[in-house]
């Protein structure tokens, strides 16, 4: 079936380090790609998305591109701060039984020390 | 500007007894959705709603129900609480089911079943 894979976390770096979170993906057809982030003691939000291959989602400074190729939405940005520090989940959407249920990888928790 | 709002916040259950969760959307949104976040699984769907009137099973439904008597309401109902029901819930709505929509999330119930 379905699914998306992440890279177990927890990630932790120093203020203005680079971040990457990998996300790949298994899905037949064309899905749409998110990235949604949890702050401590909130709901998630969304970050970003992409909708089809080769699609550059940004948003924050944080950017992942849709690579059919390799199915893949690796997280990334370029100089992380404290405020960065949440659990980021990617997800997929699929045009399927008219649900447009999301489904969602297991999470990584990023920490970021000054 | 609510958006989804989630009640109650928290919640300690004994095993055996029931509740029900509320979940509120003020958005006019058709679709809505509860997903269990548990840790290293990331979100699952317990069920969805796609219109007023309407419920649907997702990946982990059983223990629960759910029910839609108003388009603005997502209510799930827990009959009989077990351990295994210990989880953190989201409920969550969107404006349609098309592959590039956001789906909005409440802050979430943290239920512990003792």
């Known amino acids: 079936g379905d699914s998306v894979t992440q890279m177990e976390g927890p990630v932790t770096l120093s203020e203005e380090a680079f971040l990457t979170i990998n996300c790949t993906y298994t899905?037949?057809?064309?899905?749409?790609l998110f990235w949604y982030v949890q702050y401590p003691g909130e709901g998630l939000q969304l970050l970003l998305k992409a909708t089809k291959a080769d699609d550059k989602g940004s948003n924050k400074g944080f950017e992942a591109t849709y690579r059919k190729e390799t199915t893949s939405f690796h997280l990334e940005k370029g100089s992380v701060q404290v405020s960065d520090s949440a659990v980021y989940f990617c997800?997929?959407?699929?045009?399927?039984?008219?649900?447009?249920?999301?489904?969602f990888g297991q999470g990584t928790t990023l920490q970021v020390k000054p | 500007n609510a958006g989804v709002t989630q009640t109650p916040k928290f919640r300690v259950l004994k095993t055996g007894q029931s509740m029900t969760l509320l979940c509120a959307q003020d958005?006019?949104?058709?679709?809505m959705y509860w997903y269990r976040q548990d840790p290293g699984m990331g979100l699952r769907l317990i069920h969805y709603?796609?219109?007023?009137?309407?419920?649907a099973k997702g990946e982990v439904p059983d223990g629960y129900n759910v029910s839609r008597l108003k388009k603005q309401n997502f209510l799930l109902g827990l009959e009989s609480a077990a351990p295994s029901q210990t989880s953190v819930y989201f409920c969550?709505?969107?404006?349609?089911?098309?592959?590039?929509?956001?789906?909005?999330f409440g802050q979430g119930t943290r239920l512990t079943v003792v």
């Open positions: 899905a037949t057809g064309y899905p749409s």
């Open positions: 969550a709505s969107s404006y349609d089911n098309s592959l590039n929509t956001e789906a909005f």
């Open positions: 997800a997929l959407r699929k045009w399927s039984s008219n649900t447009g249920k999301l489904i």
């Open positions: 709603s796609v219109g007023e009137g309407t419920t």
């Open positions: 958005m006019n949104h058709e679709y």
